[in-house]
């Protein structure tokens, strides 16, 4: 299998959101609610990424994996195990609730998944931030209490972001993506999110969005402090590092190639700025263009070339 397999974004309205994935990404988008996220690879039985092209056009990710496991994913791979990422884009036009997603040691006895994800910086307004991780010194009583009297915000660690920014947000750690970011999200295949605290607002029927803040506290880790935030750069190198995936940023001029060879492992490949064109004669041979997500089948052989400069996120290290 040589094909680059693309997908048809599935959008999904948040009181959040707005149209930017339009104004900066060029999508089409539905009218109406305002779009937060575009949930561009997911293998879930509630969301299933569709072929947007090519010989195997219309088919689900989960359909491609039953039935051909081993030149996707690599010998071994079972055809029944979910692909184990999904990846968003994430139009954060107000700030998002004040979360976390609960560790594997505590996800079953709540009944749901963890979520490890990687939030890289594409466009920020001036000023924009992230709240990643508690401050130094807060314990669980301190936050309570903080939860309970709305100043929650103050328990947070606040950083000020630009384009091109990243930061790893591990299960168990509070968070929330402040106004003004247009993030692409690559994530553990989780869609399980506990609200601690969400500023007081209401979601889009004109209800309060319902919290849950029992199951937000046992999911804690309390003696872990903020991650580091990986700042933009001109050159390429790791920008995550985790044992569920692990990220690089490819800086690329202007007729350099990229280059991955068939057997390694499968990988997915995001176009973060400029462009890519397929060398070679591989089926389906489009242009990736900024934001296009892809992913590469463990048996292709693939050559990449940059028309211009460019920007590319490759995420490996996933099986």
């Given at each position: 299998m040589r094909e680059v397999l693309q997908f048809q974004p599935i959008y999904q309205e948040r009181v959040w959101g707005g149209r930017r994935l339009q104004t900066l990404l060029g999508r089409e988008l539905p009218p109406g609610p305002p779009i937060g996220e575009s949930w561009e690879i997911v293998d879930r039985p509630e969301a299933q990424s569709r072929v947007r092209r090519g010989r195997f056009g219309g088919s689900t990710l989960r359909e491609l994996i039953q039935r051909h496991s081993a030149e996707i994913m690599g010998p071994g791979w079972k055809p029944s195990a979910p692909f184990?990422?999904?990846?968003?884009?994430?139009?954060?036009?107000?700030?998002?609730?004040?979360?976390?997603?609960?560790?594997?040691?505590?996800?079953?006895?709540?009944?749901?998944?963890?979520?490890?994800?990687?939030?890289?910086?594409?466009?920020?307004?001036?000023?924009?931030?992230?709240?990643?991780?508690?401050?130094?010194?807060?314990?669980?009583?301190?936050?309570?209490?903080?939860?309970?009297?709305?100043?929650?915000?103050?328990?947070?660690?606040?950083?000020?972001?630009?384009?091109?920014?990243?930061?790893?947000?591990?299960?168990?750690?509070?968070?929330?993506?402040?106004?003004?970011?247009?993030?692409?999200?690559?994530?553990?295949?989780?869609?399980?999110?506990?609200?601690?605290?969400?500023?007081?607002?209401?979601?889009?029927?004109?209800?309060?969005?319902?919290?849950?803040?029992?199951?937000?506290?046992?999911?804690?880790?309390?003696?872990?402090?903020?991650?580091?935030?990986?700042?933009?750069?001109?050159?390429?190198?790791?920008?995550a590092s985790c044992d569920e995936f692990s990220i690089r940023r490819v800086v690329l001029e202007k007729s350099e190639s990229l280059k991955f060879p068939a057997g390694e492992q499968p990988r997915i490949l995001s176009v973060a700025a400029g462009d890519l064109a397929l060398s070679g004669d591989a089926p389906g041979a489009r242009p990736l263009l900024a934001g296009d997500n892809a992913l590469l089948p463990w048996s292709a052989d693939l050559v990449f070339v940059a028309p211009g400069p460019a920007i590319i996120l490759v995420t490996e290290g996933f099986i």
């Open positions: 184990p990422l999904l990846v968003k884009w994430l139009d954060c036009s107000e700030r998002l609730s004040l979360q976390v997603h609960p560790p594997a040691a505590v996800a079953a006895e709540l009944g749901g998944e963890p979520k490890t994800e990687n939030w890289y910086v594409a466009h920020s307004a001036p000023g924009a931030s992230l709240f990643v991780g508690l401050k130094a010194g807060v314990t669980r009583a301190g936050f309570t209490k903080a939860v309970a009297d709305g100043t929650a915000e103050e328990c947070v660690n606040k950083v000020s972001v630009a384009a091109g920014d990243s930061v790893l947000v591990r299960s168990g750690q509070v968070h929330a993506i402040g106004a003004g970011n247009l993030i692409l999200e690559i994530q553990q295949n989780s869609d399980t999110t506990y609200r601690l605290y969400d500023w007081g607002r209401v979601g889009l029927d004109g209800k309060p969005r319902k919290l849950h803040v029992e199951e937000s506290m046992r999911s804690i880790l309390w003696d872990i402090g903020p991650p580091g935030l990986v700042r933009a750069a001109p050159t390429s190198g790791m920008i």
